[in-house]
């Protein structure tokens, strides 16, 4: 499909219905959209565009319903923005503050700057009547409409949770949290907490993690304390588990594998500085600029860690010098279905069809990278996804199939016929995650 330009002159609500075209009909994913849109807006904006954007990403299926009852036939072909724009205006009517005489006008003001004068009056009419039908507080019977899931993921949920799946999809619509994980190279977390405190800014700190601070409000990151500094990364606390658990040791060889934006590489240098090789491998050249951008921010460059490398996952035989690893991190790519509630996007970029492919994909790295690590070596297999086909039941397939690889549980729950912890969302405010650590026998 041809791409969409944005529109030429810029205004709030035709560029967030811009940016809801973009993920619904091109498939783009919100970050790059997003971004492109509040470079252009005034930076007090931003939280507005993202707020109504992603907003209409969670409510999507109910907001649809109401547009089905409200206009006699979908608009195609170039109008098609203008029904973005009508979501938006729905979603505000319902589901925001915006006060209702600006979610009107505004939002029929805006449809010219999206080649939509002329349906200015349908625009108008159909808010109007939605308020006069006062849609709203009519119930809405069909679940699946009110979860605001696609329905192969409502279904997936319901086969993987049964009668607890009603609260994980209730969770992945909440809001998640901001989590920063305190850089404990340049600052200690005591220092960077008072740091927080100077400035008033709440938070609390974890039981279950060494570095870790959750902010109470939604602040702007680059205004905390140390920001330039890199005294923080920003990181769910699922996703900080994985250093922990990979717990990798002074002199050790470690492989960082699927490792942009270098999220968890900058981590496990922060716990073991001392570490004899850390390689952080990605296949997307674009995403391992950003692994280069994080490390200088979090001045992890005076050593010589990480070494920074594209390649194939799946083919260790085109970036692989042979010498082995001591410990191995798959952060494989997934569904991301444990994110959704950060990215309420994925639900719709994703499709029931990926969840096989991926599967297979994910079997495939692991059998390679199984190689590259050495005897007594240990792979920590890591996604953030909440689909058993790719979590327990990947890693029980991957036992099946190697004899000389042994379960070694991150918690005590865990059974050899359900390996692994599956963190939910919302489980301790953290993102739905997965971790399986395997340790390879030392007789072969
Ligand atoms: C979940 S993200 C990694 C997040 C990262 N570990 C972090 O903590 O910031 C998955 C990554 O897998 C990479 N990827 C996908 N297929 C790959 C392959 N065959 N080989 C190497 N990397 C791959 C993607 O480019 C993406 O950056």
């Not at 919100?30 to 507005?48: F, I």
């Not at 599956?422 to 007789?443: C, H, N, T, W």
């Amino acid at each position: 499909m041809k791409p969409t330009p944005l529109p030429k002159q810029k205004n709030l609500r035709a560029d967030c219905a811009w940016v809801i075209y973009q993920i619904l009909e091109q498939g783009k994913s919100s970050r790059d959209c997003l971004e492109r849109v509040q470079r252009r807006h005034h930076p007090r904006d931003n939280a507005w565009i993202q707020e109504m954007s992603l907003g209409v990403m969670r409510k999507l299926p109910i907001l649809q319903h109401w547009l089905r009852e409200l206009l006699d036939r979908p608009l195609k072909g170039n109008k098609k923005v203008i029904e973005h724009l009508i979501l938006l205006g729905l979603y505000q009517l319902a589901f925001s503050r915006v006060s209702q005489h600006a979610a009107v006008g505004e939002t029929v003001n805006a449809s010219p700057y999206l080649g939509g004068t002329a349906l200015k009056g349908l625009v108008n009419a159909v808010l109007r009547n939605f308020m006069r039908q006062e849609l709203v507080n009519k119930p809405i019977d069909n679940p699946i409409i009110a979860s605001g899931l696609p329905k192969w993921l409502y279904k997936a949920l319901e086969d993987a949770y049964g009668q607890d799946a009603d609260a994980v999809r209730e969770a992945t619509n909440a809001m998640a949290p901001i989590w920063l994980r305190v850089n404990t190279k340049q600052i200690s977390i005591t220092d960077y907490a008072a740091a927080l405190d100077a400035v008033e800014i709440n938070y609390s700190l974890s039981s279950e993690h060494a570095d870790a601070i959750r902010l109470e409000g939604r602040e702007d990151i680059t205004g905390l304390p140390g920001f330039e500094k890199g005294h923080f990364a920003v990181q769910d606390g699922a996703a900080q588990l994985a250093a922990h658990y990979l717990d990798a040791q002074p002199h050790e060889r470690v492989l960082d594998c699927c490792a942009a934006p270098g999220g968890k590489t900058g981590h496990i240098i922060e716990r073991t500085p001392e570490l004899a090789y850390c390689l952080a491998l990605d296949a997307d050249e674009n995403r391992l600029k950003r692994v280069e951008e994080n490390m200088t921010r979090l001045q992890h460059t005076q050593t010589n860690l990480p070494v920074i490398k594209q390649g194939d996952a799946a083919k260790p035989e085109t970036w692989w010098d042979g010498q082995h690893f001591d410990r191995i991190l798959l952060d494989a790519p997934c569904s991301a279905t444990g994110v959704i509630r950060r990215h309420p996007d994925i639900r719709w970029l994703r499709k029931s069809s990926d969840i096989d492919a991926l599967a297979a994909l994910q079997a495939e790295i692991l059998t390679s990278l199984w190689q590259t690590l050495k005897p007594g070596g240990t792979l920590l297999y890591a996604t953030c996804s909440i689909l058993p086909q790719e979590n327990s039941q990947q890693i029980s397939a991957f036992l099946e199939r190697n004899a000389d690889a042994t379960l070694v549980p991150v918690i005590k729950t865990e059974t050899p016929s359900k390996p692994g912890r599956q963190i939910l969302p919302g489980e301790q405010q953290m993102d739905g995650f997965y971790y399986a650590r395997l340790v390879k026998s030392l007789s072969k």
